[in-house]
């Protein structure tokens, strides 16, 4: 049985993990629906996904429901089914995946593989001190 995603529970915690990874991307798994299916075929993609990125990343659920002052300082949708944000050394890192909304994933990544390839992009445009890291063209779907 695979374990779940570690939760963030508040957000001083959530303030605390963010400063506290300094050579490491952040990935936050927000929602409100953890019992959606959308939601939990992420949650897979990112349990798996964690082991190949640890080195460079760490990944993290915030259930809406607890924390729900994360919708507005985040700008996250409690309506959508999730929201995944990337930080590195607590600033936020925006995506560019072709969606058109550059400040959150709000669609499953297809594969685990897909997971790796844009972490790692994330993290190489930001230890380069870009703001925005664009996925290549194979990525997108």
Request: aromatic letters at 8%.
């Amino acid at each position: 049985m695979e374990t779940a995603l570690p939760h963030v529970t508040t957000v001083k915690e959530i303030d605390r993990v963010l400063a506290a990874e300094e050579d490491r991307v952040v990935i936050l798994r927000f929602s409100a629906y953890e019992d959606d299916a959308f939601c939990q075929r992420l949650d897979r993609v990112l349990r798996r996904a964690a082991a190949y990125v640890r080195r460079f990343g760490v990944v993290y659920a915030v259930d809406l429901t607890h924390v729900p002052e994360c919708s507005e300082r985040w700008g996250v949708s409690e309506t959508a089914p999730f929201a995944v944000q990337f930080f590195f050394r607590s600033r936020h890192m925006r995506v560019d995946c072709g969606t058109g909304d550059h400040d959150q994933l709000t669609g499953v990544v297809p594969s685990v593989r897909d997971m790796v390839d844009m972490t790692e992009l994330v993290y190489r445009q930001a230890r380069r001190g870009k703001g925005l890291a664009a996925l290549p063209r194979d990525i997108r779907r």
